[in-house]
């Protein structure tokens, strides 16, 4: 199976307003110290109101062996559905449909498809995935649900950076921007496996319905090798009529992943 194709349609699980502006995502003034609890409280007082969400999208991948450009036709119902088309030159690859309770997705190249949950999923791919973090991502917000955790505080470079309190082998530590809360960046890593994935949000452009990343580059190490997918918005609409079409074409192989 071509995993490139797979990555890209499930990690991507992601007309422009003509008031949008687009703003860095790093501060050039100094930061005041915050409370931990009001930093969190200030990254979800972010607009984040919109129905359904449209955007295409251009997408590169490059790991240690290969390097390959795509486009994405990224669908979303909010917190329902999310449905990822991946074209090369005009040609459909790969298609993903992601629910709160199931994956499926083919890919053409090998004529292959998957039927599943994410527990299978996320222990191929090599990173703990649900549906909640895959739209979480590709709207620029923190992956998990920060009102559930614990963090420790720190300026750095003019960022908030909260470290997830956990001593378990997977850490987290997420970077806000102070000007308005929105992630800056976002690593996970899992010292017992030896593997890392960072996300980082370079620019946003700020809708009216929410501030939303123009681009996204996420980075993964881990003992096979480096790769980095560089995700860039061309487009996005809001709260329009979408329809979700997926089936899987005739002949296809399931894959069953153990």
Known sequence: M???LVLIAIIFMVSCKPKAIVTS???TEPVDEMKTTKVIDNHYSNKNEFSTLYIKANARYADDKQAQNVSAEIKIKKDQQILVSIRFIGITMAKASITPTSVSYYEKIKGTYFEGDFSALSQWLGTDLDYSKIQNMLVG???DDLNKGKYTQILLDNLY???DSNNGNTKKTYYFNP???TVNKQEVSQTTE???IQIAYPERVAHKEANLPSSIEIKTAQPKG???INLNYNSVSFN???SFPYSVPDGYKRIIIK
């Open 226 to 228: 480096k790769s980095e």
């Open 194 to 196: 030896n593997r890392t």
């Open 161 to 163: 950076r909260l470290d």
């Open 240 to 242: 329009e009529e979408l």
């Open 141 to 143: 917000e923190a992956l």
């Open 179 to 181: 000007n308005d809360f």
């Open 25 to 27: 995502a790093t501060a």
């Open 2 to 4: 071509n995993k490139f």
